[in-house]
């Protein structure tokens, strides 16, 4: 796997890429904005023996999917070149400060603004549609931007949404689930008005909620790290003006009968059974992922059939033993796992873990949602936010996108507690 | 040195610096009861009481009131307490004042037990935890 980092120093909470930007929070409580496109441009006029590695790695991930990259990397002698230029890609990690100085108009942020949040710490951050939403200990809250094309982004006030401490945020059609602690789960729906006759409203619908993950049909709601519940969702067509995320739905009403995402898991897991043997567990929108108390770490494919029947296969990649998980987030390239002192990826083509990050970290955003973004994961360190950008090669070694990896045989049949 | 007393229920320490005395509990040693944690076994018994004198001394409560109960944590919570990964603890003051205070590694799935905004934020402002830590604590405790 290649793997390229560029540090940001600062003090910051939580950094979000959107729209070719980088938006932060800092530790003063501003926000700033720093235009990767204009960054990635710049690394290459001073590290040219790097072209294209910075703007692929750091602007323009969506070019490694293009039919035009794929011909490209069949041809053996490009793609070793490419190779190449991503080896000289400065080691361990390139600091932007390094360089930066040698332009007054690059080394600042597109846009500084100081934020008017006096709650005690800031704890997730996502943007959508052009909309900041903020957890913080006391509060969710958003803020409308604008990125223009070529003009420099405008941040509008923060708006207070709920008065409830918020740890983490999950937006997708058109609705944003707040999940804040022992107050609940929060879900605002509707919240871009791309139904109009559909009432924009706020919705409690659970008792507890440390986080969400989205399905294409509901979403799973975790009270706690080792306890999945299903609820599905009613969804009706959107309108598309204004509608930047290109959803085709909007969610218009969620069913609170909830059920035990447990109950699809091979095997007859018992639910108790899994929550008493369970550290943590994770979904995206088609992947599962437990690891048990033991450290064994196992992941799950999940599959909707035509009549909308849900089922959890097992994966392809074999388990693991890792020490305990404190979150995972996905990325095009494969899991990005943090567990209690280190960050790593599990790569999808290979089923090897790959450190990214020694040490803590105070925010780790993915972008799975993002056309530009997918390879790319934001780690909020003490030192600044390290974007790690992450390309497998091995998706580009042997046909069918793996090195023999995807065509094993499952290599287990279900939950080993 | 206070090597505490064996008695039916665990090992009981004499009174503390501030007077307060404490019982490492057998049930939290070995698995006699369902849903009770356990220490893991390199946390010794006077590491336990050690531990929860550091809480003690540092006032580690939940909050200022004179019934709030303590809570304990070691190298940032590097330092795995628990036998299933518990990296806090939690120190309950007794319900009767003279009876001797107990602590138990909690993890983060233990719900409705969670150390709470005052401490994390004594604990961050005083260099107990880190940003990183603090922000854990607030993503997965409830």
């Known amino acids: ?313 097992p994966n392809s990649i074999p388990e693991k033993s890792i020490s305990r998980i404190v979150s995972v987030n996905p990325t095009k390239v494969g899991p990005v796992i943090e567990t209690s002192n280190r960050i790593v990826i599990l790569s999808n083509e290979t089923g090897q873990l790959e450190v990214l990050h020694d040490g803590r970290a105070i925010a780790i955003k993915t972008f799975p949602q993002s056309k530009r973004f997918q390879h790319l994961v934001a780690i909020t360190i003490d030192e600044g936010v390290l974007l790690v950008s992450l390309f497998d090669e091995a998706a580009f070694t042997t046909p069918n996108g793996a090195n023999g990896f995807s065509n094993n045989s499952h290599q287990y049949a279900d939950l080993r507690f | 040195m206070n090597s505490g007393q064996a008695n039916s229920d665990g090992i009981l320490y004499s009174p503390n610096k501030s007077g307060k005395t404490y019982i490492s509990l057998n049930y939290h040693r070995s698995k006699t009861k369902k849903d009770k944690t356990l220490w893991m076994n390199n946390i010794s018994r006077i590491q336990e009481y050690e531990l929860f004198c550091t809480s003690d001394d540092n006032i580690w409560a939940t909050n200022n009131g004179p019934t709030a109960d303590y809570w304990g944590i070691l190298n940032k919570g590097d330092t795995e307490l628990g036998t299933e990964g518990e990296w806090l603890c939690k120190f309950e003051r007794p319900i009767n004042d003279p009876d001797p205070w107990h602590g138990y590694p909690v993890g983060e799935n233990t719900k409705g037990i969670t150390p709470g905004k005052y401490l994390v934020e004594f604990w961050f402002q005083t260099g107990v935890i880190d940003k990183a830590v603090q922000k854990r604590i607030y993503r997965s405790y409830r």
Not at chain 1, 58 to 77: G, Y
């Open chain 1, 1 to 313: 796997m290649k793997i390229a980092k560029l540090l940001i120093p600062g003090r910051f909470e939580n950094a979000f890429a959107y729209m070719g930007r980088l938006i932060t929070v800092t530790e003063d409580r501003a926000m700033q904005i720093y235009n990767l496109e204009s960054i990635a441009n710049f690394i290459e006029t001073k590290y040219s023996v790097t072209l294209p590695t910075p703007t692929y790695m750091f602007s323009r991930n969506d070019w490694f999917s293009s039919p035009q990259f794929k011909t490209l990397m069949q041809n053996e002698a490009i793609a070793k070149d490419l190779y190449a230029a991503f080896d000289r890609f400065p080691q361990p990690f390139l600091d932007w400060t390094e360089i930066s100085h040698l332009d007054s108009k690059i080394s600042r942020p597109e846009l500084q603004k100081p934020l008017a949040i006096n709650d005690t710490a800031i704890l997730d951050m996502s943007v959508y549609n052009n909309r900041i939403y903020i957890g913080t200990t006391d509060s969710l809250l958003h803020l409308d931007v604008e990125i223009p094309q070529g003009a420099t982004a405008k941040v509008q006030e923060p708006q207070k949404r709920l008065e409830v401490g918020c740890v983490n945020i999950a937006v997708k059609y058109g609705a944003a689930n707040a999940s804040c602690g022992s107050d609940g789960l929060f879900t605002l729906i509707n919240d871009f008005s791309w139904r109009p006759e559909v009432v924009r409203r706020t919705e409690h619908i659970e008792s507890g909620s440390l986080r969400t993950g989205w399905l294409d049909y509901g979403f799973v709601n975790y009270p706690a790290l080792n306890e999945p519940y299903l609820f599905k969702f009613q969804s009706e067509k959107a309108r598309q003006n204004s509608n930047l995320e290109r959803e085709s739905r909007v969610l218009t009403e969620v069913n609170l009968d909830a059920e035990s995402f447990t109950d699809y898991l091979p095997g007859n897991v018992k639910e108790s059974d899994f929550v008493d043997n369970t550290q943590y567990s994770y979904n995206s929108n088609n992947s599962f992922f437990v690891r048990t108390n033991a450290g064994k770490f196992y992941s799950y494919k999940i599959k909707k059939s035509r009549d909308a029947s849900t089922s959890i296969l």
